[in-house]
């Protein structure tokens, strides 16, 4: 009996030793609710949708206390293309910084944070994307998730893949929170 239960924890170690824990590190905006509708402010503009491209303002509170940097991805994973679809990704948020303000996913309009990055969407170019899921599909899922890094820099540039960001997003995350909308046409 007692043998199980060590072995019990030992796996229960294991399979925990990969996971992040939020804590009290949490993710919140203005424009978006946990599991609500997304506003279409935030749908794209193009591709047969109407919305205003607009990318949310978000703010974070509760960072690890060793964070040398965050990053912010946009994914849906429910997009058909077998791989998701990334709708904006931006990183080397300087640590000293809690938020990002509204629209400051458009590149152009200079209101990203000094010293950020922001990669190549599955749009093919920098910036925020909106949700614009094909006519009828069911609704999407939109995650919004912020990242706290033990890296001061990502070694990317703007023209790097979601899929390489993620990757080194994964590498030198210490802690996530995630805020998941749904969007339908």
């Known amino acids: 009996m007692k043998r199980s239960m060590v072995i019990t924890a030992l796996l229960f170690g294991l399979l925990l030793g990969n996971t992040v824990f939020a804590g009290d590190f949490i ?3 203005p424009q978006l609710q946990q ?3 997304l506003n279409a402010e935030q749908v794209f503009s193009g591709f047969g949708c109407t919305g205003k491209n607009i990318s949310p303002a978000l703010y974070w509170e509760a960072a690890p206390k060793n964070t040398k ?3 912010v991805t946009v994914y849906d994973p429910d997009a058909p293309t077998g791989s998701g679809w990334w709708h904006w990704i931006i990183f ?3 640590a000293n910084v809690t938020s990002l303000a509204k629209n400051a996913g458009e590149p152009a309009a200079g209101l990203a944070p ?3 990055i922001q990669s190549k969407t599955d749009f093919g170019k920098p910036g925020y994307g909106g949700a614009c899921p094909p006519q009828g599909d069911k609704p999407h899922r939109y995650q919004f998730t912020i990242y706290a890094l033990d890296i001061e820099k990502l070694p990317l540039d703007d023209n790097t893949s979601g899929a390489m ?3 080194n997003l994964n590498q030198h995350v210490l802690a996530k929170s995630t805020i998941t909308v749904y969007y339908a046409r």
């Open 92 to 94: 080397n948020i300087p």
């Open 27 to 29: 993710l919140k905006s």
């Open 114 to 116: 000094r010293g950020s």
């Open 69 to 71: 940097s965050f990053a």
């Open 35 to 37: 599991g609500k509708q």
């Open 165 to 167: 960001v993620g990757f």
